[in-house]
């Protein structure tokens, strides 16, 4: 079952009486992981297990549910924010299905768009963290998809919710798309609502009702994915304005496409067509000509991607001439929350210097 497939079964989109039976399966499929992510908080509320503290400090960026929240931008956004305190900085990644020898897509595209933050691909994160210190001298580290990776201490927690799609259809996996139940915001310091632009005031209303009835205390950011410009195969780039109005073939391979393709019109292109592959997919050269041919084939003026999927599409053959192959840059902007959610980190940050862990200032 491919995840187009899967995600119209678990929202209740794909109807009759064998879906029925598919999501009743899924429903019992989910119980004895609920007990499981249960019966483990339990364990680390208890302190019968134990998180791991090591000698820098720990920001977590994760998430709730499974697949694209927004989370890499914000990422980006907290190294970028760090390195300009002068302190040194590592990313803290698991990987997932890279080719061997290579960086799969999150981890490459981190290294891209943060080139002075080294990136630690390793599963055990306490690993990661002990090498990151004592290999690189990081002094903060960046904990990629890290809210359910509690072995390793950290000092603040924030999750991204994707607005689109915010509680995984209210359901665990593989019911719905939920890693554990929403009573785990309350371990979280801060929630980032992402793409906010993107659904209606009364939909962001609700999110932050849920948000803050799970957890008054938390700090609340909202934000959206800015594009910024695209580049295009062989050098260059084209200006947001300069795209509004083409026709554009989209495609790519994240957990949340329609969000991708719904940016795509917002900046005002042409969608005449779009292709989704699997979160997480190795492209082979034989698919990226077969989207080079639908593109040409609906008369589109650019063939357009996410950043991350360039990161993988330009290790391979690429498809040559009209129309070309461009990638979409966005970055990450605050709405309102920023505030709040930067004094909280500076105020970590600053505990870290007068520990004399960083730069005097």
Known sequence: MNQE???????????????????????????????????????????????HKVDAVVISAGNLTTGGTGKTPLVVSLCRLVRRRGLQCAILTRGYKAREGERSDEPALLA???????????????????????????????LDDGFQHRRLARDIDIVTIDATLPFGYGRLL??????EPIAGLRRAD?????????????????????????????????????????????GGEIGIEDLRGKRVFAFCGLGNPEAFFDTVRRIGCILVGSRSFDDHCVYTRECLHEVHQQAKEHNADFLITTQKDWTKITRLPLPQGEPPLACLAVELQFIQGAGPLTALIEHVLNDTIRRGHGPEK
């Open 5 to 51: 497939t899967y995600r119209n079964l678990v929202s209740g989109q794909t109807s009759g009486p064998l879906a029925a039976i598919a999501r009743l399966l899924l429903v019992l499929l989910s119980w004895p992981y609920s007990l499981g992510v249960r019966a483990r908080n339990g364990l680390y509320a208890l302190r019968l297990l134990r998180a």
């Open 112 to 142: 891209v768009q943060c080139p002075d933050v080294h990136v630690i691909v390793e599963p055990d994160r306490v690993a990661g963290a002990r090498q990151a210190i004592h290999t690189r001298n990081a002094q903060v580290l960046i």
């Open 174 to 179: 593989p019911a719905g798309l939920l890693r």
């Open 190 to 234: 801060a929630v980032v609502i992402t793409r906010c632009d993107q659904v209606a005031e009364e939909q962001l209303a609700w999110i932050e009702e849920q948000i803050r009835r799970t957890h008054p205390q938390a700090i609340v950011a909202t934000s959206i994915h800015a594009p910024v410009g695209a580049a295009v195969l062989g």
